[in-house]
């Protein structure tokens, strides 16, 4: 399997419908950036969905790893899931099952992936693959999920264990094999496989030897993502000295500072949101915390939360200064390698 046939799996998900509200979405985008006046039609392209902020890791730069959340941990109830589906069934070009936490620990997280599976919507979730048994593995192929992003960030036991604290590398590639063996063994044309690494110091001199690992598991590529560091001004252990793998970069005296230029303007903020276990929608994934909360999905229709006035806000906001919102400060959006 490769690229190609990931990107036909998604064609296959377009309508004329979804392509039109797409139009709306763009459209409403490129003339607010242009007129600097928030304007908005059309429903998100993308949304993600948290199954729960659980997880069995203690990865260090991770409020669910780090256990530091200031809002409730618990697991995303089916009817929360399902009436918000129904909504946006129409309109969605891509569903991502992960916000913060361990996926795979929710019961019914398959279930969800086959529920949107079913209704026409491409899929994607983030695993730390320690919980891929060989039924599992199945389920998965069966469910029809269409991506399965695993995260790797070392190809020793000694070197994965100083991020993914408490894992064991072991079982992420015994769960990679019997995930990529059932997709084999069903015929099956999905998942779309990549191992992701998480580029950081302890990890840069493996970068090599992760593209060979996948070859040899016939993973179907490979992504190196940079380090989001929370409190980088003075610099962390963490940050790569490889220049090309790094958000940031170290001034004349001394202090770090962010690579991205804080335009004022936001992409996400037009296309996409993400919906927590408990229902409320956050304006991206920097808000891991949902403190900037825009809606709860358990008490209004989402759609109507989507086009309200404190949405509309939000989005002003972001046009006349992005650097006065807190959750911003820290941005670092498109700071993704491929392969």
């Given at each position: 399997?490769?690229?190609?046939?990931?990107?036909?799996?998604?064609?296959?998900?377009?309508?004329?419908?979804?392509?039109?509200?797409?139009?709306?979405?763009?459209?409403?985008?490129?003339?607010?950036?242009?007129?600097?006046?928030?304007?908005?039609?059309?429903?998100?392209?993308s949304l993600s969905f948290e199954p729960t902020t659980s997880c069995n890791l203690r990865c260090p730069e991770c409020p669910s790893g780090l256990r530091s959340?200031?809002?409730?941990?618990?697991?995303?109830?089916?009817?929360?899931?399902?009436?918000?589906?129904?909504?946006?069934?129409?309109?969605?070009?891509?569903?991502?099952l992960y916000f913060q936490g361990e996926p795979y620990l929710h019961p019914q997280f398959l279930d969800m992936v086959q529920y949107a599976h079913q209704r026409g919507l491409y899929t994607?979730?983030?695993?730390?693959?320690?919980?891929?048994?060989?039924?599992?593995?199945?389920?998965?192929?069966?469910?029809?999920?269409?991506?399965l992003i695993i995260s790797l960030d070392g190809t020793t036991q000694e070197v994965y264990q100083q991020y993914r604290i408490g894992?064991?590398?072991?079982?992420v590639l015994e769960g990679t094999r019997r995930l990529l063996h059932?997709?084999?063994?069903?015929?099956?044309?999905?998942?779309?496989?990549?191992?992701?690494?998480?580029v950081v110091k302890p990890n840069e001199h493996q970068i090599g030897e992760a593209r060979t690992l996948a070859r040899q598991l016939g993973v179907d590529g490979v992504w190196f993502k940079?380090?989001?560091?929370?409190?980088y001004e003075k610099g962390s252990d963490l940050i790569p000295t490889l220049d090309r793998y790094s958000r940031y970069r170290q001034e004349a005296d001394g202090r770090w500072s962010i690579k991205n230029k804080l335009l004022d303007h936001?992409?996400?903020?037009?296309?996409?949101?993400?919906?927590?276990?408990?229902?409320?929608?956050?304006?991206?994934?920097?808000?891991?915390?949902?403190?900037?909360?825009?809606?709860?999905?358990?008490?209004?229709?989402?759609?109507?939360?989507?086009?309200?006035?404190?949405?509309?806000?939000?989005?002003?906001?972001?046009?006349?200064?992005?650097d006065q919102i807190e959750m911003c400060r820290n941005c670092t959006e498109g700071t993704q390698v491929w392969g």
């Open positions: 399997m490769n690229a190609l046939q990931d990107a036909l799996t998604f064609a296959r998900t377009l309508t004329p419908r979804k392509l039109r509200n797409a139009a709306q979405v763009l459209g409403s985008y490129y003339y607010s950036r242009a007129s600097g006046k928030a304007s908005h039609s059309g429903l998100p392209l959340f200031s809002r409730p941990t618990g697991m995303l109830q089916q009817e929360v899931y399902q009436k918000v589906i129904d909504e946006l069934q129409h309109s969605l070009l891509y569903l991502l994607a979730t983030s695993t730390n693959a320690h919980y891929l048994s060989d039924a599992r593995a199945r389920q998965t192929v069966e469910s029809g999920l269409s991506r894992g064991k590398l072991e079982k059932w997709r084999r063994e069903l015929k099956s044309k999905t998942p779309y496989v990549v191992f992701q690494f998480l940079t380090a989001q560091i929370y409190d936001c992409w996400k903020m037009w296309h996409s949101c993400v919906l927590t276990w408990d229902g409320k929608v956050v304006p991206c994934c920097f808000d891991k915390d949902a403190r900037y909360r825009l809606g709860d999905t358990q008490q209004a229709p989402f759609k109507e939360i989507w086009q309200s006035r404190e949405y509309q806000e939000f989005r002003s906001l972001i046009l006349k200064g992005r």
